[in-house]
């Protein structure tokens, strides 16, 4: 059976963005007779908000749509990303970095260059060159510091020939080189956008993700991530953005466009249909 999801984070209001993705995730489980479940990615605690994750529901259910409960917190399943970080750990792909931004700026400065990926400037290794006793030391000190994944060793151990597909897209080769050594976990968080969407999508038993054009590029990681930790594959469907007048993507910090503020100028949801036009079959 076909299952999709919804997987915001309450850190702002609900957009028309936003409405997109729902709307076209249910959908396509409506078409199926699948499933459409939701999921509230609030691992940023310092901006996860409960007002937000309130909101998220009275605009999903205003837009006419209807889920599974019970909806999977990510604040709930810390555990889970330990357990697939204690995986990785074991396989000997990731390492810690302690450097600043600041740091990763300055270092980027002194080399002249930095390839750029979809996510900005690729980290340039700087910590992946310390040495153990160096790394132990400052960790004894309290250093902060991130956990990242060394690709190189990952795709090693990946193989070279993990093959994915996209609805929209066709298939793919997994290439996830430019993102680099992206970070996986922080010190207090056990956990990032990466690593969590992985284990999630396999713990809820998503068969098609649906999301965003500009998240292609990190399904090339994910699907490396799935291979190293024994997760199954899903397919993707990756759809069209929402823009503005100007085409910038439309952002939470956008209130003219949020949920909200259409509902309470009077808008529908079959107004917001028409808005975005005909949902891609």
């Known amino acids: 059976m076909l299952v999709t999801r919804f997987a915001p984070s309450p850190t702002g209001w609900l957009h028309l963005g936003h409405a997109f993705a729902a709307l076209f995730a249910a959908d396509e489980a409506r078409r199926s007779g699948g499933r459409f479940l939701l999921r509230m990615e609030d691992i940023d605690s310092t901006r996860s908000k409960p007002e937000y994750e309130a909101a998220i529901y009275e605009d999903l259910h205003w837009l006419g749509l209807q889920?599974?409960?019970?909806?999977?917190?990510?604040?709930?399943?810390?555990?889970?990303?330990?357990?697939?970080?204690?995986?990785?750990?074991?396989?000997?792909?990731?390492?810690?970095?302690?450097?600043?931004?600041?740091?990763?700026?300055?270092?980027i400065a002194r080399a002249g260059q930095a390839p750029h990926g979809p996510e900005g400037p690729v980290y340039p290794g700087t910590c992946k060159k310390l040495g153990r006793n160096e790394t132990e030391t400052r960790i004894a000190e309290g250093r902060d510091y991130a956990l990242r994944l060394d690709l190189t060793k990952a795709?090693?151990?990946?193989?070279?020939?993990?093959?994915?597909?996209?609805?929209?897209?066709?298939?793919?080769?997994a290439d996830p080189s430019a993102l680099g050594d992206v970070v996986l976990a922080r010190k207090d968080t056990p956990t990032s956008y990466h690593l969590a969407v992985v284990v999630d999508d396999a713990a809820q038993g998503i068969t098609l993700v649906t999301r965003g054009e500009d998240l292609l590029p990190a399904t090339h990681l994910h699907r490396v991530l799935q291979q190293l930790l024994g997760l199954p594959v899903p397919i993707w469907k990756h759809h069209r953005l929402i823009t503005d007048e100007t085409g910038k993507r439309l952002a939470k910090r956008d209130d003219a466009r949020s949920l909200r503020t259409l509902r309470e100028l009077g808008w529908t949801p079959e107004r917001v249909r028409d808005e975005l036009g005909k949902l891609p079959s």
């Open 67 to 107: 889920w599974e409960e019970p909806v999977r917190k990510q604040s709930d399943h810390f555990a889970d990303y330990r357990t697939a970080l204690k995986k990785l750990e074991s396989l000997d792909v990731l390492y810690p970095c302690f450097c600043t931004r600041r740091e990763i700026q300055d270092e």
């Open 155 to 173: 795709m090693v151990l990946a193989g070279c020939n993990l093959h994915w597909e996209d609805l929209s897209h066709g298939k793919f080769i």
